[in-house]
């Protein structure tokens, strides 16, 4: 399972049990979504320190991947990449 999915799991998972562990406070049930919104926002950034971590380093690999692609793609049609084995530059 990807990190990124892992996170956003996390993240929905602790909204729930705050949304459950307010439940049965007697208040607005609009408050009750905004204040479990808020406390599970603070809970992630201590709780899931590490799966967003894992996060960040995989879309930065991502990132890094499409930007050497992006570089190898300019490069050939600049021509100036060189032929690799088996194949042939026609002049």
């Known amino acids: 399972m990807s990190a990124a999915v892992k996170y956003t799991l996390g993240r929905i998972g602790l909204f729930v049990v705050v949304?459950?562990?307010l439940w049965p406070i007697d208040m607005n049930p609009f408050l009750k979504l905004i204040l479990a919104l808020a406390f599970s926002a603070a809970a992630s950034?201590?709780?899931?320190?590490?799966?967003r971590d894992e996060m960040a380093e995989e879309m930065a690999a991502a990132a890094e991947r499409r930007r050497a692609e992006k570089e190898r793609l300019r490069s050939a049609l600049a021509g100036d990449d060189q032929p690799g084995e088996g194949e042939r530059r026609e002049s």
Do not use: E, K, Q, Y
Not at 45 to 51: A, D, E, H
């Open 45 to 51: 950034f201590f709780l899931l320190r590490g799966w």
């Open 19 to 21: 949304v459950a562990a």
